[in-house]
């Protein structure tokens, strides 16, 4: 599976912005995917989940009620919509594919089995 990340850019705070991961292959549904993202000098971070199916999704505690995953599995793209950004969202964003079933695991990097690139978001004060 490729992986593809997009949509990032530079947005004030308080503003919104939509990412988008764009897989390759057929079997896209097969996958959970993930977001994660890595301020510059610090460690990657858990920021959403969503299940193969795209019924459940998960969050951490930074963005919960500010951002939305939600996956096109028609389109093999997942999307990640940000809301009331605030500076400290400003990081490169990573999408990632998981082929685990165990949802226990979806916020930590090592259930991931591919990565796309990253796409920088930048959120102005």
């Known amino acids: 599976v490729q992986l593809q990340a997009s949509g990032g850019g530079l947005v004030q705070a308080g503003g919104s912005l939509r990412l988008s991961c764009a897989a390759s292959g057929r079997t896209f549904s097969s996958y959970a995917m993930g977001w994660f993202r890595q301020a510059p000098g610090k460690e990657r971070d858990f920021v959403a989940a969503?299940?193969?199916?795209?019924?459940?999704?998960y969050y951490g505690d930074s963005v919960k009620g500010r951002f939305t995953i939600s996956r096109d599995n028609a389109k093999n793209t997942v999307y990640l919509q940000m809301s009331v950004l605030k500076p400290e969202d400003t990081a490169a964003y990573f999408c990632?594919?998981?082929?685990?079933?165990?949802?226990?695991?979806?916020?930590?990097?090592?259930?991931?089995?591919?990565w796309g690139q990253g796409t920088l978001v930048t959120v102005s004060s």
């Open positions: 969503i299940s193969r199916t795209g019924i459940t999704t």
């Open positions: 990632a594919a998981t082929s685990r079933s165990y949802s226990g695991s979806y916020h930590l990097q090592t259930a991931y089995d591919y």
